[in-house]
């Protein structure tokens, strides 16, 4: 079945840092691949989304290509900063929509 | 922009009563709507759909007669945790789908933690 593959957490960074986080896939078809972030005690909100291969997403500086090839959509920014600190989620979503499949979620830390 | 408003967003209750916790489209109209529930440091699982005016789908392993779930208008679902015991504490979000047909967005609620002394 589709399934979501995070790099494990926490991951700490300091301030300024760049950062990584790693999120490969497995889908039949073409889905469409999301970054969630979490905020501690909130929910889930959309940071950004590619909706087909080679698209890229970006937000607040947060970027992820759409990679079919490696099926892959690492989670990228230059330069983080403290109130970046959350859970972030890369999840898939089938063509023609119905629910997403979440990753186990990476935990990111930025030290002042 | 689309909200998904959750309420309560936290609550306290004694084993064995039950908890409704609401789902509401604010400035749309939800056709489907999805019950996750998170465990502490980890991913969300999803529950069940919701689709309005039919009955929910349950993912396996979900106790339907545990969690009721009614989806009676386009703006709103609730989902019920009936005789709660302790091992159902945990952060329930909803999540409503948005824009048509085969949307492709969907906007989550901030989320309901329910404690069961």
């Known amino acids: 079945g589709d399934s979501v593959t995070q790099m494990e957490g926490p991951v700490t960074l300091s301030e300024e840092a760049f950062l990584t986080i790693n999120c490969t896939y497995t889908?039949?078809?073409?889905?469409?691949l999301f970054w969630y972030v979490q905020y501690p005690g909130e929910g889930l909100q959309l940071l950004l989304k590619?909706?087909?291969?080679?698209d890229k997403g970006s937000n607040k500086g947060f970027e992820a290509t759409y990679r079919k090839e490696t099926t892959s959509f690492h989670l990228e920014k230059g330069s983080v900063q403290v109130s970046d600190s959350a859970v972030y989620f890369c999840?898939?979503?089938?063509?023609?929509?119905?629910?997403?499949?979440f990753g186990q979620g990476t935990e990111l830390s930025v030290k002042p | 922009g689309a909200v998904v408003s959750q309420h309560p967003s936290w609550v306290i209750c004694k084993s064995g009563t039950s908890v409704k916790i609401e789902c509401r489209s604010l400035?749309?109209?939800?056709?489907?709507m999805f019950w996750y529930r998170q465990f502490p440091k980890q991913s969300l699982m999803l529950m069940a759909t919701?689709?309005?005016?039919?009955?929910?789908?349950?993912e396996q392993g979900v106790e339907k007669d545990k969690f009721l779930i009614n989806h009676a208008s386009l703006t709103l679902s609730t989902l019920t945790v009936t005789s709660a015991h302790p091992e159902d504490s945990s952060f329930y979000i909803c999540?409503?789908?948005?824009?048509?047909?085969?949307?492709?967005?969907?906007?989550f609620g901030a989320g309901s933690r329910l404690t069961v002394l």
């Open positions: 400035d749309f109209q939800a056709t489907t």
């Open positions: 999540s409503a789908s948005w824009g048509g047909t085969g949307a492709n967005v969907l906007t």
């Open positions: 919701s689709n309005e005016g039919s009955k929910a789908t349950y």
């Open positions: 889908a039949t078809g073409y889905p469409s």
């Open positions: 999840a898939l979503r089938r063509q023609g929509g119905g629910k997403l499949i």
């Open positions: 590619a909706t087909k291969a080679d």
